[in-house]
């Protein structure tokens, strides 16, 4: 099993940038593969970027694509998303989530996917 806590979200203006980190619990970190999904008030929790183990597989969502990055340090057992340019609708509950996998290229955009999940953290975008 693993635990995923995030951090480093926040408070921002439009145009800034954040980037959220999510630290996992575990010593086999390399077996999973990971995302990140997003929630806003009022809304469905949705897709946002996803990593497959390996690290060289990765799928992001349309809005966020050119914007965003993955990334993943296994030695670390971390999980990061850097946000560039964001913008006021990217205001969301940003929640990590993993899965151990036995393929090391697999990325999914889909939320039954993922078996563990960290508790959030909070980015607000400002206009």
């Known amino acids: 099993q693993v635990q995923l806590v995030e951090s480093g979200g926040g408070l921002v203006q439009a145009g800034g940038s954040l980037t959220l980190s999510c630290a996992a619990s575990?010593?086999?970190?390399?077996?999973?593969?990971v995302g990140w999904f997003r929630q806003a008030p009022g809304k469905e929790r949705e897709f946002v970027a996803a990593?497959?183990?390996?690290?060289?597989?990765?799928s992001y969502a349309d809005p966020v694509k050119g914007r965003f990055t993955i990334s993943r340090d296994n030695a670390k057992n971390t999980v990061y998303l850097q946000m560039n340019s964001l913008k006021p609708e990217d205001t969301a509950v940003y929640y990590c989530?993993?899965?151990?996998?036995?393929?090391?290229?697999?990325?999914?955009?889909?939320?039954?996917?993922?078996?563990?999940w960290g508790q959030g953290t909070q980015v607000t975008v400002s206009s």
């Open positions: 989530a993993a899965d151990r996998t036995s393929m090391y290229d697999f990325t999914s955009r889909r939320i039954s996917e993922y078996g563990y």
């Open positions: 575990g010593r086999t970190f390399s077996s999973y593969t």
């Open positions: 990593m497959s183990r390996s690290g060289y597989s990765t």
